[in-house]
């Protein structure tokens, strides 16, 4: 059985752009290697916009080193990059990109969301790379909800989307550099779940919507965390209502993490090269 490490939260929001209203759950300034190879999540909402002729969202900005993922629940994201890739995601869609050696993006509410408005909650969690493959070709996976496995959990406790790694026979169609699972899971109320999971693995849950109880003591709410240990291979969840939660495991990369902002290197050097290449205009280069 993995153990609890501890319960990570932030109810402060902050805006980013003015698309995005965003409660940063863990960062690679709070937990650094503790949570590797994950960085960072931001649970963005949930939140109603009203219409607007406008565009909402985040201008043009770079990343070095890492991967975005972008979970869309309500409403729609647009996506464009500097490799010349874009698309839009409603919910249950799911952005996948590779910023490695340099890429610029922009992220916008949808013409047609910003235009009716509506409710609004998406998570974009940050995937490390490891050295060798940090300055790898910038990519993109732009990942349609039919696309992605849908599994019954044991005694009727709910469903999971496999959308990176496997869940009870299911594989998910996200490509990874490294081993990891996310799987968003829906739990009925009441549930009583045993979910096995890698031993060796961080493993992480991330509670998006409703409360539940880990191993029969813990809990934890909405917009909380809990980070449970590599040694071990299996967590019992038990929801005291309908609950949304973001099953996130990984083999850890053991290697120095430097952050500086959107680049996450493994040297001051190679931080500094990131913000020389950036204020050169060579990320464009790099991702194409």
């Known amino acids: 059985m993995k153990t609890i490490f501890g319960i990570h939260g932030n109810s402060a929001r902050h805006w980013v752009g003015d698309g995005f209203p965003v409660r940063s759950l863990f960062s690679y300034n709070s937990l650094g290697g503790q949570v590797s190879p994950f960085l960072l999540l931001d649970y963005a909402g949930p939140h ?32 464009k990059d500097s490799a010349g890739n874009g698309g839009i995601i409603g919910p249950g869609d ?49 990942i349609v909800a039919a696309d992605i496995p849908t599994v019954d959990l044991p005694g009727g406790a709910g469903t999971g989307r496999v959308i990176a790694g496997e869940l009870l026979g299911a594989k998910g169609p996200a490509r990874t550099f490294t081993p990891i699972n996310v799987w968003d899971v829906r739990l009925n109320r009441d549930a009583d779940l045993t979910l096995d999971l890698p031993e ?15 191993n029969g003591g813990a809990g934890a709410g909405e917009a909380e965390v809990v980070q449970l240990s590599r040694e ?57």
């Open 48 to 79: 109603v916009f009203g219409p607007t002729t406008g565009r909402r969202g985040v201008g043009q900005h770079p990343h070095r080193g890492f991967e975005t993922v972008t979970i869309v629940y309500d409403g729609e994201v647009e996506h």
């Open 200 to 214: 060796g693995h961080v493993a992480l849950l991330v509670v998006l919507g409703g409360h539940i109880t880990v």
């Open 94 to 142: 799911v952005q996948w990109m590779t910023a490695a050696g340099g890429i610029l993006h922009e992220e916008y509410h949808s013409e047609a969301f910003a235009r009716t408005g509506g409710p609004f909650r998406m998570v974009q969690l940050w995937v490390n790379l490891p050295a060798k493959d940090k300055m790898a070709p910038g990519g993109y996976q732009g």
């Open 232 to 288: 071990g291979g299996a967590v019992r969840i038990q929801a005291d209502g309908d609950a949304v939660l973001l099953v996130l495991t990984g083999e850890p990369i053991d290697e120095p993490i430097v952050g500086y902002g959107p680049f996450v290197m493994n040297s001051e050097t190679e931080i500094r090269q990131a913000i020389d290449d950036f204020n050169k205009g060579r990320f464009a280069q790099a991702a194409a």
